[in-house]
């Protein structure tokens, strides 16, 4: 960019209103907004020469004030069993990575909200790595308009994203302002039309996020609980000491209170000796007693220089019959994509220092505070 230039607006991250906006700062009608939301998304258009419903006029404009600029592909992986993992370049040398998994009946994209994660959970490889900044609308949603587009080649069988989990690198409810922004890009009709059920947000347990997102866009709320009780969950989980087991489970029913007819699933990572006992699973049950939710069941994946190990097959059938005679449907996640570590809870991010990222929560979480007065 020349010194003295003003940057310019790249149009990837807004959504719908945001267009809207920006059409009207340049004195043109809302259906402009429309128009270019499916050049964007559905067409995965970005040279504005090619908007041939856009006047000549108005494209010479957008080219000097906006730009349309998804991530760029640093390398691409591709697992024996098909799951897809990219390591996508985002603004100022930092990148984040993505992952798609194929499946029968639908395809699966794990996407990231932050570069690198704050929480520090001792059991996540993305964790060690530290944290460095959020990601802007338009780099979490570049991750989805990346996917897309890759995945209409005939080299990947021209396989469609049907869902999307914000599962990957970091906390989505610590970046609630872009997280929001492309919710509603997954779930405009105009975009890539995504139905509330097949749109995951993942929380480790982040309570205001989860009150202020329980009557925004529709979308499936995943909570990363691994213990049932707080002395196990902090050792975990730090975040537990800001928000107890007690808090989380109060902001989870008043989430299903808001959403009728809708469940939480419980993300529970079966650790060797640690949280996979008959005492811990009887725990669970009694924690989640009443509460409309079903369990997800993952088996640790280790990573170099963690001190756990996966639970065994056998000791992992034995929580699940006993969660499920209770009456809560527990299913046992399937580990994919583990060759190129893209299985859940080994995607790497940049280093930050554990007293730098406690920092930043405190940061992050006084200011969700200071919004939600």
């Known amino acids: 960019m020349i010194a003295g230039q003003a940057k310019k607006t790249n149009l990837l991250g807004l959504d719908q209103a945001g267009l809207e906006r920006f059409f009207a700062d340049l004195g043109e009608k809302p259906y402009r907004a429309r128009q270019v939301l499916q050049w964007i998304h559905q067409r995965g258009v970005t040279d504005f020469a090619l908007m041939t419903d856009l006047s000549r006029k ?15 592909v640093i390398r691409e992986q591709l ?26 009946s639908r395809g699966t994209l794990c996407i990231s ?6 929480l520090n959970c001792t ?3 993305t964790a ?10 338009a780099e979490i949603v570049g991750q989805v308009w990346h996917a897309v587009n890759a995945l209409a080649d005939e080299r990947f069988g021209q396989k469609r994203v049907t869902n999307v989990v914000f599962m990957g690198m970091g906390e989505p409810m610590l970046n ?7 919710l509603s890009l997954l779930r405009n009709d105009l975009a890539y039309g995504l139905a509330s059920r097949r749109v995951t947000i993942s929380t480790a347990g982040v309570v205001p996020g989860i009150d202020q997102l329980a009557t925004g866009d529709e979308f499936a709320l995943a909570v990363s609980l691994h213990a049932p009780d ?7 989980v730090p975040l537990n000491r800001k928000y107890p087991v007690a808090k989380l489970m109060a902001a989870c029913k008043r989430f299903v209170d808001a959403r009728p007819r809708r469940s939480i699933t419980f993300e529970y990572t079966m650790i060797a000796g640690v949280n996979d006992g008959r005492a811990q699973a009887k725990g669970l049950v009694r924690l989640l007693n009443g509460l409309p939710c079903k369990i997800n069941l993952i088996p640790f994946n280790p990573f170099p220089g963690t001190p756990f190990e996966p639970s065994d097959p056998e000791t992992i059938y034995e929580f699940q019959k006993i969660t499920r005679a209770s009456g809560i449907i527990t299913t046992v996640r399937k580990t994919r994509g583990e060759d190129i ?21 405190q940061q992050q979480l006084a200011r969700q505070a200071l919004e939600a007065a």
């Open 113 to 118: 909200s932050q570069v690198g994660c704050m």
């Open 79 to 104: 697992s024996e069993d098909g799951t897809v993992k990219w390591l996508l370049s985002e603004e100022g040398g930092s990148a984040v990575e993505t992952v798609f998994i194929p499946e029968v």
């Open 128 to 137: 060690t790595q530290g944290f460095k900044r959020n990601l802007s609308a």
């Open 176 to 182: 609630l302002p872009a997280v929001t922004a492309a």
């Open 230 to 236: 707080d002395e196990l969950r902090s050792r975990l």
């Open 123 to 125: 059991f996540c490889s």
């Open 58 to 72: 108005l494209r010479e404009r957008l080219e000097a004030v906006a730009e349309i600029v998804p991530p760029r």
């Open 341 to 361: 570590d893209a299985a859940c809870g080994q995607l790497v991010g940049k280093l930050l220092s554990p007293s730098e990222r406690r920092l930043l929560v």
